[in-house]
């Protein structure tokens, strides 16, 4: 294991296959500052041009996985902050990295997932969360519109009751009823979050990683493609799974009855 600290508000340690991404302002619950953008975002370019990294796993320092935008920030200024433009910069960014990274990202959110911290954590492939974490849309209390996806995201995964509840009321979801509702993969015991997503990390770093990318690929587009759009999306993608070199790999293993030895490399 080789330890690189990104930047103080973000720790990024490189493990054997997968990189682990600890947001790193636990004094604030991990909330963005534009440093904290600044670091995530290059911990992602470095992650997007390494072939070595097949896995990621996000997760927040002290009792809070993320409370969003630090609100510190949004007082004391001369006239109205133009948060579009926050959004476009740093937010939006984020989300469609993580959605268009080829690789599988785990959310670990071992606390409190706020705000744009609910959403960031939601945009994640698989999402496991300590028992004593909770999911809040907090942004009606102040005024503001779920973002970072948040309008997109939990629709699909909770419905649009449930999801309109939540966005006005802005009431906390606990881990388990997150679980129950769809929302997020897993709820587990707070003593066994780091060590059940690291497991969870460590085994996708040595599946087939294109075939991964695959599957993310096919799922993204299935929230806005017809029945026919996905089915040739499908016949495509399996073409080229066809063609790597881990589908060879993995039907050779079944045929001599041992286990596969996938390298994620590309044909
Ligand atoms: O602005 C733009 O660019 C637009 C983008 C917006 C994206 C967004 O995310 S908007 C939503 C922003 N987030 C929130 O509104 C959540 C605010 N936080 C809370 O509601 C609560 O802190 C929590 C429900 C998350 C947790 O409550 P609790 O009781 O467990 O903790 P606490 O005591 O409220 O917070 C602990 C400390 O963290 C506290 O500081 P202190 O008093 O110990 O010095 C608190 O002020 C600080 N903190 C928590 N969240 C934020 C924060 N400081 C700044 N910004 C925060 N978002």
Request: glycine share 8%; charged share 20%; proline share 4%.
């Amino acid at each position: 294991m080789v330890e690189a600290v990104s930047g103080p508000s973000v720790l990024v340690v490189h493990h054997a296959g997968w990189t682990e991404i600890t947001l790193n302002r636990p004094g604030r619950l991990n909330s963005f500052n534009v440093d904290m953008h600044q670091h995530l975002a290059s911990a992602f370019a470095d992650i997007e041009s390494d072939d070595g990294c097949r896995a990621i796993l996000i997760t927040g320092a002290g009792r809070g996985f993320c409370a969003g935008q630090d609100l510190a920030d949004r007082v004391g200024l001369t006239e109205a902050p133009d948060l579009g433009h926050t959004i476009e910069t740093w937010y939006n960014p984020l989300i469609r990295r993580i959605r268009a990274l080829p690789k599988p990202v785990i959310a670990a959110v071992n606390g409190v997932a706020a705000g744009a911290g609910a959403n960031i954590a939601l945009a994640c492939d698989i999402v496991l969360a300590a028992k004593s974490a909770k999911f809040i849309q907090a942004f009606a209390k102040i005024g503001l519109v779920p973002d970072s996806g948040g309008t997109f995201t939990l629709p699909r995964l909770v419905g649009h009751a449930r999801a309109t509840a939540l966005a006005m009321l802005a009431e906390p979801v606990s881990a388990e009823k997150a679980e129950n509702w769809g929302m997020i993969w897993k709820a587990v015991d707070d003593a066994d979050l780091m060590q059940d997503a690291r497991a969870m990390a460590a085994h996708l770093a040595i599946q087939p990683t294109q075939g991964l990318g695959f599957i993310k690929q096919a799922l993204n587009a299935s929230a806005t493609h017809t029945l026919d759009q996905q089915l040739d999306l499908e016949r495509d993608l399996q073409r080229l799974a066809g063609r790597t070199p881990d589908y060879a790999e993995g039907v050779a293993a079944f045929m001599e009855k041992r286990p596969a030895m996938f390298t994620g490399k590309r044909q």
